[in-house]
């Protein structure tokens, strides 16, 4: 595999001339034309995909549809002419432009709905000449996943953009048949057309867009998330290949004590299976049109997705899909009993824990039977059956023993309880460990002989699950990966199945290296990996959307930087290393950032063996200083486990314009990435 430097941006962060207010799909002719003066071999994007009011772009309402917020409305046929005849479209494109060009961050729920105003007006004035538009027509004709697209977007703005599951039960539950019947409905022809010429026009300007990235020489890597937002159209349409009742997440951690609950419905992998992977494919065979390479989204969820019962409002209750599980007898054989077994997988509250929120046992007692049934006449108590889930928990009318505030705290506790259980039973005498099994209630209560029997089943559990999920991932990928001639890349990070490395090797996906990351977690002082030892099937980074960028890691984690420094600094010769020895010498990781520090990352970072060395655009511009944001926040992309109009609306500072004019900056990228590129494959 050739060795390759690259850009990674979000669509929307690019600035040019001609898009002013947010990037678009036409801005990426500028971005090639400069990075291929700057040795740039790849450009890399964050999904482009409709997200409908959510700025997240790993939201997306469709697998399909592109977002409309990226359409270049200049370039839209209607537009000159509309523009010089139409004073009040004109006014108010010249408003919007005036309102957002100069913004550090763009404002996506303005420059989102202020665009689809005008894009909304241009297709007034050329909705007229749709019907004898026989490219139009042929490109509709070839979209198999348009009428459903567009009779959704239709419901969409019906329903004021509440969610598919509170629509009415006619639209809710909705057929195949009847979405063509809609489609096909002359009286809705104009609304629904709308969209369809949205995403004509959306196609036709990002394949424009691709070619010319193409015909400069330069890999287009596009982002494929790997889950659909429990409110997308494919959700509503295609509802037997997702699994309603499960939310994909992410198992507890150090960062995240509760796990991370996405929201997102789990695949009915067996549905897709069933019919070839259909929809998989045709996912693939969209993007092909636009991409040369793709980043598959949190791979490890194609081997086993953490998935969490609907309910739930943390992941503390999850389970793996596909997963292996211990039986009852396997139990019995064990040593448990039947009340050991109820034991482990059953919740067993004591009636005093509720002390700090009650005065009386009476009251006490009255609260409990509210959630529980009494064991016996015994101060302990188990769930009732009705209580499964926290939102089950949180339904609970409890306005008879006081205020909300009192109300909310016992709440909690029941929730708390609820979770506090070594064994999860999935079915009917069918078990799985919590994942937090070591820190419960029953697990703890058990003798050293106890645990290490329950600790030998589930190590039996664990082989068969990497079977498992081994079997599944090569199913998919047997049929996914060679579907097309685009090279796949995993976004591995974090996992740690034994089955995973293997397997992206067999398939010839690259795996992702983060360079801040990749140390040695086990060994004294985690010292870093060398670069040396990076394996050539590798994307390597300096950092990801979810990251902070390397000036705000030099400044948050500077015992992070310094062990960097140590690591891959130059060694001094023996005599210098005499002369310093009883004086140490100074620190470049002691210093605030600057562009010499980014130059030391950058380069260093540059001698990986990774074939794919591709860095945010943030991280090479910090090469200068002018194009700094005053602001170091401003220069992240996202902030994980946070909901706020920050999050993904980062802009570049300066126009790629500006870029492609300094020689300084322009001829300094060139260097590393050459420094990195000419280096034999290894």
């Not at 009011?53 to 409305?73: K, N, W």
């Not at 992410?250 to 796990?259: A, F, I, L, R, V």
């Amino acid at each position: 595999m050739s060795r390759l430097s690259g850009i990674a941006v979000p669509l929307g962060a690019l600035r040019t001339a001609d898009s002013p207010v947010i990037g678009e799909f036409s801005s990426l002719e500028s971005l090639a034309r400069w990075a291929k003066k700057a040795g740039i071999g790849i450009i890399q994007l964050l999904p482009v995909l409709d997200t409908g009011t959510q700025s997240s772009p790993y939201s997306s309402l469709s697998a399909f549809a592109l977002h409309p917020m990226y359409i270049s409305l200049a370039q839209i046929p209607a537009f000159k002419n509309l523009y010089k005849r139409n004073k009040n479209f004109a006014a108010y494109y010249d408003s919007f432009v005036k309102q957002h060009k100069d913004a550090v961050r763009f404002d996506y729920e303005s420059v989102n709905l202020q665009k689809h105003y005008l894009l909304e007006s241009l297709y007034r004035a050329e909705s007229l000449s749709l019907d004898g538009n026989k490219e139009f027509a042929a490109w509709v004709k070839k979209q198999d996943w348009l009428p459903a697209y567009c009779v959704y977007k239709c419901l969409k703005n019906a329903y004021m953009q509440s969610t598919w599951k509170g629509w009415g039960t006619k639209d809710r539950k909705i057929t195949a048949q009847e979405i063509d019947r809609r489609w096909k409905d002359k009286s809705l022809h104009d609304d629904l057309y709308f969209f369809a010429w949205e995403q004509f026009i959306a196609y036709q300007q990002f394949a424009q867009a691709a070619d010319a990235v193409r015909k400069a020489g330069i890999i287009l890597k596009g982002d494929l998330p790997i889950l659909m937002n429990d409110d997308s159209c494919d959700a509503w349409c295609h509802p037997e290949l997702f699994n309603q009742k499960l939310r994909a997440g992410s198992p507890p951690d150090g960062s995240n004590p509760t796990g991370q609950n996405w929201g997102f419905p789990t695949y009915n992998w067996k549905k897709h299976a069933a019919d070839g992977f259909a929809w998989w494919k045709l996912r693939l065979k969209t993007a092909s049109q636009f991409y040369d390479a793709y980043r598959l989204d949190h791979i490890l969820g194609f081997f086993r997705i953490w998935a969490v019962p609907e309910g739930e409002n943390t992941a503390e209750l999850g389970h793996t899909e596909p997963y292996a599980t211990l039986s009852r007898k396997d139990l019995e054989d064990a040593g448990f009993d039947k009340g050991r077994i109820r034991w482990l997988s059953e919740p067993h509250l004591n009636t005093e824990r509720l002390d700090p929120f009650v005065q009386s046992r009476e009251e006490a007692h009255a609260i409990f039977r509210k959630f529980c049934t009494q064991i016996g006449n015994e101060e302990l108590w188990l769930f009732k059956d009705d209580i499964q889930t926290a939102r089950d928990v949180y339904a609970v009318d409890l306005h008879a023993f006081g205020s909300d505030a009192k109300a909310n705290q016992i709440k909690d506790f029941f929730c708390r309880r609820l979770k506090n259980r070594t064994l999860i039973e999935l079915s009917s005498d069918k078990y799985v460990p919590s994942w937090l099994y070591q820190g419960t209630k029953a697990w703890q209560s058990l003798n050293d002989d106890e645990k290490n029997r329950l600790h030998a089943i589930f190590a039996k559990v664990n082989d068969k699950n990497e079977k498992l999920w081994q079997k599944q991932a090569e199913e998919i990928f047997d049929a996914l990966i060679p579907y097309t001639k685009m090279i796949p890349c995993g976004e591995d990070l974090g996992a740690h199945l034994a089955c995973l490395s293997p397997t992206m090797e067999k398939y010839g996906i690259l795996h992702l290296n983060v360079v801040r990351w990749t140390r040695d977690w086990g060994a004294d002082g985690q010292p870093y990996i060398p670069f040396e030892n990076y394996c050539p099937l590798d994307v390597t980074t300096t950092s990801v959307h979810d990251s902070t960028t390397i000036r705000q890691w030099w400044s948050e984690e500077r015992e992070s930087a310094r062990a960097f420094e140590k690591a891959f600094a130059p060694k001094p010769k023996a005599k210098k290393a005499a002369a310093t020895t009883a004086k140490e010498k100074p620190m470049l990781a002691d210093e605030d950032f600057s562009p010499k520090a980014a130059a030391f990352v950058l380069e260093k970072s540059a001698q990986t063996a990774g074939a794919w060395f591709i860095n945010p655009l943030q991280d090479w511009l910090s090469l200068d200083k002018k194009y700094w944001q005053k602001d170091e926040q401003n220069e992240r992309v996202n902030i994980p486990g946070s909901v706020s109009p920050f999050n993904w609306t980062y802009r570049m500072s300066v126009p790629i314009e500006t870029l492609a004019k300094d020689e300084k900056i322009t001829t300094k990228i060139r260097e590393i990435a050459h420094a990195h590129d000419k280096e034999k494959s290894r």
